[in-house]
């Protein structure tokens, strides 16, 4: 992580993505509003105060047509121009209004916090078997394969109605994608994963169930409803957004209280505290680092700096929640703070639409850790952090169950 003379890009690699705010603590001083480029090759604008992002995330001058995407990332250094196949990206979180209206309102019943909240006695269920699975395995296991992945994958999965041998393939091509992964990798992962998913389309289309793909499926709003193109990349953004985010928050949070007994004793004295708790945990070391990718559609000043048009802008969720201006003491872990405000599942239009599912599986994830295994203790060095500038997660999490 090197900060270069002020007029070249700061250059991202694995030190960045082992402590970001590290970067940030500097930027925000000197360079709040800078160019970056990360390990793809992509340079672009990067937001890194609490007030810049904010409003950067609600700004329409700041845009989201994934049409556009591989022209501006081809001509600002991108070594990978497709990320995704195509008929994975036409989701809400890649589209602007009227678009992205639609898209949501015709997907936003399903995860209706009343919806959501439903689910709690099944999330519940699945986590005791985890826990008893993992205390079997134990005494020393990794946190993230033995609970963090496998709680939030098989809660989503459930909803989606995706089968049971299918998961583990998924969490491959999902971090795959997800990571600064070789082109041809990348394609393969996602060649397979528009087959599979547009197969499970068609089967819920033919087939409808229970599940919530099958209820999208069936969604109409005034006579609207979505392609089965539209319906896939839904699905797509559901099963990614719907497992990626929880298992890093989990992991993130549990390394977090590892290292912090004190607050982690105020939580097993107290686990009603839990729920704030997680609010603080996604503040503090929360599971997407720059948010998706926005471009400007016209010359947009941020923090008396003007941005020109067609350049890619990506706002820093993990810099603006670490930002002194917002929250006293940012590096300080407090399960008590007042938290309100943090832009963890982003802000505007594009919040997070499955930010209450999360909190619901991270509240019900870290009760029944902490009551099943009090002396949980680090087995050795976490694992280095994932190299994406989106997703903020550990590759390993060793930890001893019992002491």
Same mark, same amino acid.
């Given at each position: 992580?090197?900060?270069?003379?002020?007029?070249?890009?700061?250059?991202?690699?694995?030190?960045?993505?082992?402590?970001?705010?590290?970067?940030?603590?500097?930027?925000?001083?000197?360079?709040?509003?800078?160019?970056?480029?990360?390990?793809?090759?992509?340079?672009?604008?990067?937001?890194?105060?609490?007030?810049?992002?904010?409003?950067?995330?609600?700004?329409?001058?700041?845009?989201?047509?994934?049409?556009?995407?591989?022209?501006?990332?081809?001509?600002?250094?991108?070594?990978?121009?497709?990320?995704?196949?195509?008929?994975?990206?036409?989701?809400?979180?890649?589209?602007?209004?009227?678009?992205?209206?639609?898209?949501?309102?015709?997907?936003?019943?399903?995860?209706?916090? #009343?919806?959501?909240?439903?689910?709690?006695?099944?999330?519940?269920?699945?986590?005791?078997?985890?826990?008893?699975? &993992?205390?079997?395995?134990?005494?020393?296991?990794?946190?993230?394969?033995?609970?963090?992945?496998?709680?939030?994958?098989?809660?989503?999965?459930?909803?989606?109605?995706?089968?049971?041998?299918?998961?583990?393939?998924?969490?491959?091509?999902?971090?795959?994608?997800?990571?600064?992964?070789?082109?041809?990798?990348?394609?393969? &992962?996602?060649?397979?994963? &528009?087959?599979?998913?547009?197969?499970?389309?068609?089967?819920?289309?033919?087939?409808?169930?229970?599940?919530?793909?099958?209820?999208?499926? #069936?969604?109409?709003?005034?006579?609207?409803?979505?392609?089965? &193109?539209?319906?896939?990349?839904?699905?797509?953004?559901?099963?990614?957004?719907?497992?990626?985010?929880?298992?890093?928050?989990?992991?993130?949070?549990?390394?977090?209280?590892?290292?912090?007994?004190?607050?982690?004793?105020?939580?097993?004295?107290?686990?009603?505290?839990?729920?704030?708790?997680?609010?603080?945990?996604?503040?503090?070391?929360?599971?997407?680092?720059?948010?998706?990718?926005?471009?400007?559609d016209e010359p947009v000043e941020i923090s008396g700096v003007t941005v020109p048009a067609g350049e890619i802008v990506l706002v820093s969720l993990i810099g603006a929640n670490r930002d002194p201006d917002r929250y006293p003491e940012p590096t300080r872990?407090?399960?008590?703070?007042?938290?309100?405000?943090?832009?963890?599942?982003?802000?505007?239009?594009?919040?997070?639409?499955?930010?209450?599912?999360?909190?619901?599986?991270?509240?019900?994830?870290? #009760?029944?850790?902490?009551?099943?295994?009090?002396?949980?203790?680090?087995?050795?060095?976490?694992?280095?952090?994932?190299?994406?500038?989106?997703?903020?997660?550990?590759?390993?999490?060793?930890?001893?169950?019992?002491?």
């Amino acid at each position: 992580m090197t900060v270069e003379h002020d007029t070249r890009p700061v250059r991202l690699d694995q030190d960045f993505f082992d402590d970001p705010d590290a970067l940030y603590r500097e930027l925000r001083d000197s360079r709040p509003v800078t160019r970056a480029t990360g390990p793809n090759g992509l340079t672009f604008w990067m937001v890194t105060r609490y007030a810049d992002a904010r409003a950067a995330l609600n700004d329409p001058r700041l845009q989201k047509d994934s049409r556009r995407l591989p022209e501006l990332l081809q001509r600002h250094g991108a070594t990978s121009i497709r990320q995704f196949a195509d008929s994975l990206v036409g989701h809400m979180l890649n589209a602007d209004p009227p678009d992205h209206t639609r898209l949501r309102k015709l997907v936003g019943r399903a995860f209706t916090v #009343r919806a959501i909240a439903r689910l709690r006695p099944r999330i519940e269920e699945i986590a005791t078997s985890l826990a008893d699975a &993992a205390e079997q395995a134990g005494p020393d296991v990794d946190l993230l394969d033995a609970f963090a992945f496998p709680l939030p994958m098989t809660v989503i999965s459930e909803i989606l109605g995706v089968p049971d041998d299918r998961r583990d393939e998924f969490r491959e091509w999902s971090n795959t994608l997800l990571t600064n992964s070789p082109d041809d990798v990348r394609g393969a &992962a996602a060649g397979a994963m &528009a087959q599979f998913l547009t197969g499970l389309v068609a089967d819920k289309a033919a087939h409808p169930g229970d599940d919530m793909l099958s209820e999208i499926v #069936r969604a109409s709003e005034d006579g609207d409803s979505l392609s089965p &193109a539209e319906v896939t990349a839904m699905a797509f953004l559901l099963l990614v957004a719907g497992h990626e985010t929880t298992v890093n928050l989990i992991g993130n949070g549990m390394l977090a209280l590892l290292r912090d007994p004190g607050q982690r004793a105020l939580l097993q004295a107290d686990p009603e505290r839990v729920p704030q708790a997680v609010e603080e945990f996604l503040r503090y070391d929360g599971p997407v680092n720059l948010a998706t990718i926005r471009f400007t559609d016209e010359p947009v000043e941020i923090s008396g700096v003007t941005v020109p048009a067609g350049e890619i802008v990506l706002v820093s969720l993990i810099g603006a929640n670490r930002d002194p201006d917002r929250y006293p003491e940012p590096t300080r872990l407090d399960t008590a703070r007042d938290t309100s405000g943090h832009v963890a599942f982003g802000y505007g239009i594009h919040h997070c639409l499955g930010a209450p599912l999360a909190r619901l599986e991270a509240d019900v994830a870290f #009760r029944t850790l902490l009551g099943r295994f009090p002396d949980m203790a680090l087995a050795g060095e976490p694992g280095r952090h994932r190299e994406s500038t989106l997703i903020h997660g550990l590759t390993a999490l060793p930890v001893r169950l019992t002491g």
